[in-house]
């Protein structure tokens, strides 16, 4: 499909120079965003509110603060889709009327008409220092000498823009996966996320949205950062540029493997049953949308494109073809077949200020799948899920081992036992119980395949026993108050 005249293009951030004017007028509409009251739809506060608010973590908090009216605020506010199907359409929405703002004060401010919303690319292997922040969101001060807004204290301690994010964390395995919509419980969550209604956690995490959307944020923001709570985050201007590269992603997922990466073709979805997507618009009007209006980013309604979408995962990078849409009416994708549960925990194990280990006790499976996975290294999936993380505070984000050496005292990432991370990403609000949440935490599924492949080549596999070992990737010191509800392994397709 044509891209409709006048789409603007989001660019790569560390293709910028520093104080590009694309960066430059985005600090100075980010500052005179934060001069407006946190009641004005358009102000940097209400904008952050639609993500997530608690006022006893608003930095800016004051007593003479007017805030919109109780009703406006459960219609606007922590309205974020978390652990959803919803994940990737909603933060589309979010971040295409938030642009338009930005573009709006752009102009107001004497700016360009065709400001667009840069994206950090933090995955580019082609960069050394993908990993960083990019210079404009550290520098003490814009070129004139005036405060940069760009850059907030209440982040992950870092020097020159290095908080210390890992090569796990911003891996993109998950553009591999075939499916947008996975299973609840047991499988593979998908892509996108398991099938739910109006969500802000309680059923397992997309692949996309844990790694490397979850791990960037608790990364970033660490232990006292604004981006490590979802009632923050979007505060950090940065936000904007790791949810924009999410965005990305998407496309990236769609055109790599049109035939086969579609989005959700279930009414249930394209519809948004069960949920309404409220937003303000750049003049305050109230818009409503629904996944199917947002998946052609040049469409006139959205009117962006990205910079670049290349396969990551090929060598070169390859650039895409133009996915053909999903047919009305086509039927709906299958989901996976039910896995089957092979052992599990039978109670919470708390995680610690070091290494921990909980053992999981694996029965016979007897199928052919399980019989497959018993005799070889063997065409099975094999799934391990993390059920009902719960707990409050900041815990930082986990690696997980399956079988570590007793001797291994400084497991890594390369460590042919790592199955991968564990971000506490929206920790306490998926802890919580009110109207909106469950209060049954976390729950993330690590597809554990060629790990078990490996330890089974090796010979470190036990077909009756697997120990899981948890190790903060950045150790404080402090034991934290979280426990892994259940630890259960499952065989897929």
Request: proline residues 10%.
């Amino acid at each position: 499909m044509a891209a409709a005249p006048g789409t603007r293009t989001r660019r790569d951030v560390w293709k910028l120079p520093q104080w590009d004017p694309i960066l430059l007028w985005y600090a100075k509409a980010v500052a005179d965003m934060q001069t407006r009251p946190i009641n004005d739809p358009t102000s940097w506060r209400y904008q952050a509110a639609i993500h997530g608010y608690d006022p006893s973590e608003d930095p800016f908090a004051s007593p003479s603060d007017t805030m919109p009216s109780s009703t406006e605020q459960h219609t606007f506010w922590s309205q974020c889709q978390h652990s959803s199907w919803f994940f990737l359409p909603w933060h589309r929405m979010y971040l295409v009327y938030f642009e338009q703002m930005v573009a709006a004060t752009v102009r107001k401010l004497g700016g360009p008409d065709d400001w667009a919303l840069p994206y950090w690319n933090y995955s580019d292997a082609s960069n050394p220092d993908a990993f960083k922040l990019p210079a404009a969101f550290w520098a003490a001060s814009l070129p004139d000498g005036s405060p940069n807004a760009l850059n907030v204290a209440a982040r992950a301690p870092n020097v020159s823009g290095d908080v210390g994010i890992t090569s796990a964390e911003t891996s993109l395995s998950c553009v591999a996966d075939k499916l947008y919509t996975g299973t609840s419980s047991g499988g593979h969550p998908g892509f996108g996320g398991p099938k739910t209604t109006f969500s802000h956690g309680g059923g397992a995490t997309g692949a996309l949205e844990k790694t490397p959307h979850g791990d960037i944020h608790v990364a970033v923001g660490g232990n006292t950062g604004l981006m490590s709570l979802f009632e923050t985050a979007a505060l950090d201007p940065i936000f904007w540029l790791h949810h924009a590269n999410i965005d990305r992603l998407w496309e990236v997922w769609q055109h790599r493997n049109p035939s086969v990466n579609v989005n959700p073709v279930d009414p249930d979805w394209r519809n948004a049953k069960g949920a309404k997507f409220q937003f303000h618009d750049a003049t305050g009007a109230v818009q409503v949308l629904i996944p199917s209006q947002v998946e052609d980013t040049t469409a006139s309604l959205l009117g962006y494109k990205y910079e670049d979408i290349a396969d990551p995962l090929a060598s070169p990078p390859v650039k895409p073809h133009a996915p053909a849409p999903a047919p009305m009416g086509a039927a709906i994708a299958p989901l996976q077949q039910p896995a089957e549960l092979v052992g599990a925990t039978a109670q919470p194990h708390a995680l610690a200020a070091g290494a921990s280990t909980a053992q999981v006790a694996l029965q016979p499976v007897p199928t052919v799948r399980g019989a497959a996975l018993t005799s070889a290294p063997a065409p099975t999936q094999v799934y391990l899920n993390l059920e009902n993380i719960t707990g409050v505070g900041r815990p930082g984000a986990y690696a997980v081992y399956l079988n570590m050496p007793v001797a291994a005292a400084s497991p890594s990432q390369s460590d042919p036992h790592f199955a991968g991370t564990l971000p506490m990403f929206g920790l306490g609000v998926a802890s919580s119980t009110d109207l909106l949440h469950e209060g049954s935490g976390l729950t993330y599924v690590l597809d554990v395949t060629h790990v078990v492949a490996r330890l089974k080549a090796q010979g470190h596999w036990d077909p009756s026993t697997l120990n899981v070992t948890f190790v903060p990737l950045r150790p404080t010191g402090q034991t934290p108050k979280v426990q892994v509800g259940r630890i259960s392994l499952y065989y897929g397709d």
